[in-house]
């Protein structure tokens, strides 16, 4: 029977609002696409790639920035980008 849960738990970056399943892939490291707050004025999505440290996947670093003013514009692409994953 498959589950749509699991037993791995997330220690996010506390600047992250939404974020995508996580890849994984042959050749990669695992990543996901975030959306991020950095100030009241200020949203970006990110690539992240995270790293599973015992049962707890934590973050690794943040590429590939599409900055914004408002937060709409931002969910809008990060649900673009989070949906060709």
């Known amino acids: 029977m498959l589950s749509n849960s699991s037993d791995f738990k997330f220690n996010n970056h506390p600047s992250i609002l939404e974020y995508s399943k996580i890849i994984i892939s042959e050749g990669l490291k695992p990543h996901r696409v975030?959306?991020?707050q950095l100030d009241d004025l200020e949203?970006?999505?990110?690539?992240?790639?995270?790293?599973?440290?015992?049962d707890t996947w934590k973050?690794?670093?943040?590429y590939w920035g599409h900055y914004f003013s408002n937060k709409s514009q931002a969910l809008a692409d990060f649900s673009e980008r989070a949906r060709k994953l």
């Open 34 to 36: 975030v959306l991020r």
């Open 43 to 54: 949203y970006v999505t990110h690539m992240e790639n995270v790293a599973l440290d015992g």
């Open 59 to 62: 973050h690794g670093d943040f």
